[in-house]
């Protein structure tokens, strides 16, 4: 059963422009909802991430937006860059208990110049 | 500080052969993961190490797959025998200990192509 639905698929936006990437979750037990950026060839790395107690994080030009009563979440980029151009995964686990991370199935961003 | 290092980077090989990764977590990380990495996918679990003893191996097929963790610090994970299916990238991470495993740090994986 996935527990984390990811959209869109991809993702092609202009210099300058604000792509959103949208997650929605089903386990209300999740507590911590991390984004991962992986460019190709490379690893996963954490890029920002949220507990559900704030409506919105903010990190240069990444901000994610919760919505806990829909439980949804969602990854804002300012003033995107073509150097921004990655596979974004959303992910979500219970922060306390250790459990396993669950991805999202990822959106690939392409921002030309 | 050094990243996860992971070898090979990639691998080819034919269906029912074996074949075997390596994984060193960044020092000083208790907990090690092993993910399945399907094109067009997130990554899923297969295994998790806190020291030499496993957390959570219920996703790993344990028909074909293996994973040790002997010292408590590399970790092999081995496919025998491989099935086309199993063509992904095999990602390796950690984290300093289990209750920390919200900040996972991954290594750049391992090509695996079953032909």
């Known amino acids: 059963q996935q527990q984390v639905k990811q959209s869109p698929q991809s993702l092609i936006v202009q210099k300058g422009g604000i792509p959103i990437i949208n997650c929605a979750y089903e386990?209300?037990?999740?507590?911590?909802f991390p984004w991962y950026q992986q460019f190709p060839g490379k690893g996963p790395a954490l890029l920002i991430a949220i507990r559900p107690d704030v409506s919105e994080k903010k990190e240069g030009r990444f901000t994610i937006s919760f919505n806990k009563s829909a439980k949804q979440f969602s990854l804002h980029i300012m003033d995107s860059q073509p150097g921004d151009s990655a596979t974004y995964f959303c992910a979500a686990t219970k922060e306390t208990s250790g459990s396993r991370l669950t991805f999202g199935e990822g959106t690939q961003l392409t921002v030309n110049p | 500080e050094a990243g996860v290092a992971q070898s090979p980077r990639y691998k080819i090989i034919e269906k029912r052969q074996s074949v075997a990764f390596w994984c060193n977590p960044i020092s000083g990380h208790a907990t090690l993961y092993w993910y399945q990495q399907i094109l067009g996918q997130g990554p899923k679990l297969l295994i998790q190490f806190q020291n030499n003893g496993v957390v959570d191996d219920s996703q790993l097929p344990k028909d074909r797959f293996s994973a040790e963790r002997l010292k408590g610090v590399d970790s092999t994970l081995k496919i025998q025998p491989a099935k086309l299916e199993d063509s992904a990238v095999y990602l390796c991470?950690?984290?300093?200990?289990?209750?920390?495993?919200?900040?996972?740090?991954f290594g750049p994986g391992t090509r695996l192509t079953v032909t």
């Open positions: 991470a950690s984290s300093l200990d289990s209750a920390r495993g919200y900040e996972q740090y």
């Open positions: 386990n209300t037990a999740f507590d911590y």
